[in-house]
């Protein structure tokens, strides 16, 4: 079973910027696709991106595309989000999500078998 931690969340003002990190326990990191996911205040979580278990490809909802990345480095077990461009509707507690067995998973929450705890997001206008 992986244990998922993100890190780097923050404040940051509109137009800022910030890297979230997702570290993994598992040895086997590389056969997990992984995906991030966000849940704001009073709305329910919401796919970000995802990425296949290489890395090769990589998926996002329409509201981030071209301001945010997703990578994974499969020799240090993490995977991480870029954000640039925050806008106050980014707010939300980031989640890392992993599934095993899989080349990539998609945007449904139910795919993912393994969670992170969170990390606070917090765009200021």
């Known amino acids: 079973q992986v244990q998922l931690v993100e890190s780097g969340g923050g404040l940051v003002q509109a137009g800022g910027s910030l890297s979230l990190s997702c570290a993994a326990s598992?040895?086997?990191?590389?056969?997990?696709?992984m995906g991030w996911f966000r849940q704001g205040p009073g709305k329910e979580r919401e796919f970000v991106a995802a990425?296949?278990?290489?890395?090769?490809?990589?998926y996002y909802v329409d509201s981030v595309k071209g301001r945010f990345t997703i990578s994974r480095d499969n020799a240090k077990n993490t995977v991480n989000l870029e954000m640039n461009s925050l806008k106050p509707e980014d707010t939300a507690v980031y989640y890392c999500?992993?599934?095993?067995?899989?080349?990539?998973?998609?945007?449904?929450?139910?795919?993912?078998?393994?969670w992170g705890q969170g990390t606070q997001v917090t765009v200021s206008s």
């Open positions: 598992e040895r086997t990191f590389s056969s997990y696709a």
């Open positions: 990425i296949s278990r290489s890395g090769g490809r990589a």
């Open positions: 999500a992993a599934r095993p067995g899989t080349v990539v998973a998609g945007y449904r929450a139910y795919e993912y078998d393994y």
